[in-house]
């Protein structure tokens, strides 16, 4: 499981402030960070889906769900 969240963990290395599963600021920067990497591996692994999207057939779009309130946040 840990291996899922290691990429989105170094991109997250630049965090200011603590770096802890306990600093919530640092675990949404995470989140976020794992989804915009998700979408460029389903682009990367998929040249079918990213072809359609080029041309303008599809729409790839990662969203982050925020549990505490229920809001949705587009990213890129």
Do not use: C, H
């Not at 995470?30 to 729409?59: A, F, W």
Request: proline share 3%.
């Amino acid at each position: 499981m840990l291996s899922k969240i290691k990429p989105a963990a170094a991109m997250s290395l630049d965090f200011k402030g603590e770096k802890t599963s306990q600093n919530e600021n640092f675990i949404k920067l995470v989140s976020e960070n794992n989804v915009i990497y998700t979408v460029d591996q389903i682009r990367k692994k998929s040249p079918i889906l990213k072809e359609m999207e080029e041309k303008g057939e599809i729409k790839i779009a990662g969203v982050f769900y925020n549990l505490t309130d229920g809001t949705l946040e587009f990213l890129k």
